[in-house]
């Protein structure tokens, strides 16, 4: 059984940092793509960022030289950085863990963390 764990979330104001992780448990982390999501209230769940199994990285546009995905392999973690926060990133963040090494299907979703960019 797969668990993502996520943590890092919570209130920062407008153009401050936040450093979230997911911890996958139960699985060969490095064999698999990985990614994470937002959902701001009343709006629909948007991909944020993706990292594949050898490191390659895409972003959405509205965040794209502000956030930075990555991962270690040995501590089955990955990481978005995200820099310059402004209160349109007030969201829950989630973490996925995608079916294979690639950018496809998604096998996990984690519980969620909550970013508030607020002053």
């Known amino acids: 059984q797969v668990q993502l764990v996520e943590s890092g979330g919570g209130l920062v104001q407008p153009g401050g940092s936040l450093r979230l992780s997911c911890e996958a448990k139960?699985?060969?982390?490095?064999?698999?793509?990985m990614g994470w999501y937002r959902q701001a209230p009343g709006k629909q769940r948007d991909l944020v960022a993706t990292?594949?199994?050898?490191?390659?990285?895409n972003y959405a546009g509205s965040v794209k030289g502000r956030f930075t995905i990555s991962r270690d392999n040995a501590k089955n973690t990955q990481y978005l950085q995200m820099n310059s926060l402004n209160p349109e990133d007030t969201a829950v963040y989630y973490c996925?863990?995608?079916?294979?090494?690639?950018?496809?299907?998604?096998?996990?979703w984690g519980q969620g963390t909550q970013v508030t960019v607020s002053s």
């Open positions: 996925v863990k995608y079916r294979g090494p690639l950018v496809q299907s998604i096998g996990s």
């Open positions: 139960g699985t060969i982390f490095s064999r698999y793509a």
């Open positions: 990292i594949t199994n050898v490191g390659s990285t």
